[in-house]
């Protein structure tokens, strides 16, 4: 593939296609191929990326070797327009990128502290904790926040809430909305809700919703919670390995949707608790074993702390392990006010 060359000679057309990332734009690839890729429906460079090549070859009908050649190049390409990082790249520019990495305020100062500024776009950022420790009203604070301008902590986008417990309340969207003096039938506008009833239905939702995210200017991603379809659907030891490949799948597909269309997912996600207890306390893990220990840019565990909540960075490549308090009230997360 030539990306310096205009296949079109500089026709309208390629500019259209240029912009839209089409795989049109694969112009060395033999027709029969295209249209076989075609038909699978990924007409995004970003969605060859977002598959892979194995999914592509299964989806495809296409050999592996061509579909390994198809995805190389369709990252050559999102190499070329900037969406993904060039190869050998010198560290001081992956910096200079970094510090202007887009951010979405938690709605609490000493949250965002913890998180470096905000929830990451083009980063994974799970919340663990027991029930009522304040992963969904993060999720519903976050998909308002989102709406805002920069100088106000969101990115002037929308968010889509994949909600797997039927926990999402548009009621507590116009209280958060209303606290924080924005307009809650605007701001309820710009949050896509998708209700996934199975794990096979979410990870349907999962890959139609690379449209939408396009199309409706998403910029972040929540999934509340990520695995408790998986955990009820896959019970006992015996389903256990398929369970942990079917969720291995889903996080680093949400990793690739993350970094090519460069937003921010938050995943809610549930807890165990382990047999590692200290000083008579029980202590908890996230749900999911090694799968989004790996995934998760950052995890953050929540836990209840009389009337406030505590967040503790738990992993992540760049923060040392510390903890915050915020706290929970009409205006969603927030500080927890001064006595
Ligand atoms: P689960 O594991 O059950 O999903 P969760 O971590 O998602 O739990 P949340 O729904 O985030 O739990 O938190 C629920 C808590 O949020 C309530 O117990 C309450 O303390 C607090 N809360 C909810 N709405 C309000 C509100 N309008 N004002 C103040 N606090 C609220
Ligand atoms: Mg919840």
């Given at each position: 593939m030539n990306h310096g060359s205009d296949p079109d000679n500089s026709s309208f057309d390629h500019k259209s296609k240029k912009e839209s990332l089409s795989?049109?734009?694969?112009?060395?690839?033999p027709t029969e191929l295209l249209s076989q890729l075609k038909k699978t429906g990924l007409l995004s460079l970003k969605d060859i990326v977002i598959e892979g090549p194995f999914e592509l070859s299964a989806k495809s009908g296409i050999s592996m070797d061509d579909c390994n050649f198809i995805y190389n190049q369709a990252i050559a390409y999102l190499e070329d327009v900037g969406i993904m990082e060039k190869r050998f790249t010198p560290a001081t520019t992956i910096y200079d990128k970094r510090k202007k990495i887009g951010r979405i305020s938690t709605g609490s100062k000493n949250f965002d502290k913890l998180l470096g500024g905000g929830l990451e776009t083009g980063a994974i950022t799970e919340v663990y904790g027991e029930f009522g420790s304040g992963k969904t009203q993060l999720c519903h604070t976050a998909s308002v926040i989102v709406q805002l301008n920069r100088n106000q902590g969101g990115l002037d986008g929308g968010a889509l809430y994949i909600d797997t417990e039927n926990t999402f309340r548009p009621e507590r969207i116009e209280t958060i909305s209303r606290a924080r003096r924005q307009n809650p039938s605007q701001t309820l506008d710009n949050i896509i809700v998708a209700r996934a009833y199975s794990s096979s239905h979410q990870e349907l939702i999962l890959s139609e919703s690379r449209r939408i995210i396009e199309a409706q200017n998403i910029k972040l991603l929540i999934l509340d919670s990520a695995i408790s379809l998986y955990r009820s659907e896959y019970l006992g030891l015996s389903a256990l390995s398929l369970r942990q490949q079917r969720m291995n799948k889903l996080v680093h597909s949400i990793m690739r949707i993350a970094q090519t269309h460069q937003i921010a997912v938050l995943l809610a996600n549930q807890v165990q608790s382990s047999?590692?207890?200290?000083?008579?306390n029980t202590s908890f893990k996230a749900a999911g074993g090694n799968i989004f220990a790996h995934s998760s840019t950052y995890r953050i565990f929540l836990r209840k702390s009389n009337r406030n909540r505590i967040a503790r960075?738990?992993?992540?490549?760049?923060?040392?392990e510390s903890e915050i308090v915020f706290s929970i009230d009409e205006s969603g997360i927030t500080d927890p006010q001064k006595i």
């Open positions: 795989i049109d734009l694969l112009s060395d690839l047999p590692e207890t200290g000083f008579g960075m738990v992993d992540s490549p760049n923060h040392p």
